[in-house]
């Protein structure tokens, strides 16, 4: 048990954090963000080194063992995930009945849970109370089959809502080329697999945001991985968390032009609307993961034919910070300001931008249950009763 796990007394004093704010989970090994600097560590490596010399396999490896691996540790672990990819042939079929209009995330949440209905070995984590390290490696066997499924049903998702036929993994190909491959069935090239790459491995793990606190709290119960999984692509969906890039992206391109932008900050402030993209609970100072995408959204832009597009993001961003700065909030972009920039430069549908998110995010809510396995206790916070008590039953005729 964790020496910083202490008792609670009820009934206690609080002060009431709206969402939860101030309130702390667990204690966790896996990541942090420090929202004063601007930082992300994950496992104690920063997101930017990260960036600049890992690849998304590597970093879930490192989020879910906890070590960075060694060439053999790595083989083995490719070699699982290219194993794990496969998709079951009714799941295939399900994707394919479901209409090409139903948003990517609804269908991607179903897939995963239908999965789950095919695959035994992933309900044994009720073996917990009996055999718990006997679990702990069912369970992490099982998350990684879901991190490989759901990389495949994403792509599955995406092709079958164009009209395609579905694609199986290519042995040949590792986990981000087969995500891309998938998709397009044209095998990517290096720097496409490398801008990928990247964006996969800043949305890989967040601290105990929305969808992580999901997860955590579903297999809490000892629900199965397949249950958890779902639970938290469900919580990731909204517009503001996983949903942000994909709204962020519509604003963006409803503008008109970059010589629009400000009259349009100008007017959505009056509405009293907010800027999606900006913002954040934690981050009180540049959120690093826009610093990373940012530069990658201006480079493809500019590559793409996309100019005016990035010019408006950045204008809007420019006239965002200004009016910020001067009511003193430090409010700033977060990862959604320019991922679905950087997503839209690469050619994905705007739709499909919150469903990269839950790929990448799968190995962190996988981490993060693993970790709290072990010493897991079913989260169970209470709300402050506020309403009326002791009122009379009224009979309905008389009411
Ligand atoms: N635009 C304008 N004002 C904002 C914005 C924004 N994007 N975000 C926060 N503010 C203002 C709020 O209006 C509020 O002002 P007030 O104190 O005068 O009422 C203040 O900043 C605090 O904001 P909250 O909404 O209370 O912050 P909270 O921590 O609850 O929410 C959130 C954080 C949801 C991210 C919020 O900033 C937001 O809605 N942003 C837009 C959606 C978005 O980009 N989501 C993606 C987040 S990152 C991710 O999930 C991957």
Known sequence: MSKYVGPVEFPCEITLGRGLEGAITNVTKIGAVNGVEGKLIYRGYDIKTLCDHSNYEEVAYLLIYGNLPTQSEMSAFSAELKREGEMPAPIMRMIEGLPRDAHPMNALQAAVAAAGCFDKEGWEVTKH????????????????????????????????????????????????????????????????????????????????????????????????????????????????????????????????????????????????????????????????????????????????????????????????????????????????????LVYHALGFPTQLFPVIFAVARTAGWLARVLEYLPENRIFRPRAVYDGASDLKYVPMGER
Request: one cysteine or more; a neutral charge; glycine letters at 8%.
């Open 129 to 340: 109370t009996s055999d718990p390290a006997a679990a702990l490696e069912i369970e992490r066997k099982v998350g990684i089959r879901i991190l490989a499924r759901t990389r495949s049903f994403a792509s599955a998702i995406a092709r079958a809502q164009m009209g395609k036929d579905l694609l199986q993994p290519n042995p040949d190909l590792g986990f981000t080329a087969n995500y891309l491959y998938m998709m397009s069935g044209e095998v990517p090239d290096e720097t496409m697999c490398e801008v990928m790459d990247v964006c996969l491995i800043l949305q890989a793990d967040h601290g105990m945001n929305a969808s992580t606190f999901t997860s955590m709290v579903v297999h809490s119960s000892l629900a199965d991985m397949y249950s958890t999984m779902a639970a938290a692509i469900g919580s990731l969906r909204g517009p503001l968390h996983g949903g942000a890039n994909e709204a962020a992206l519509n604003d963006f391109m409803s503008i008109g032009g970059p010589d629009k932008a400000a009259a349009w900050v100008e007017q959505r402030f009056a509405q009293g609307k907010k800027i999606i993209g900006f913002g954040h609970r934690v981050y009180k100072a540049l959120d690093p993961r826009a610093v990373v995408l940012k530069q990658y959204a201006e480079k493809l832009c500019r590559e793409k034919g996309f100019g005016d597009l990035y010019d408006t993001v950045e204008t809007v961003e420019r006239e965002t910070l200004k009016r910020m700065e001067a009511a003193g909030k430090k409010i700033y972009p977060n990862v959604d300001y320019y991922s679905g």
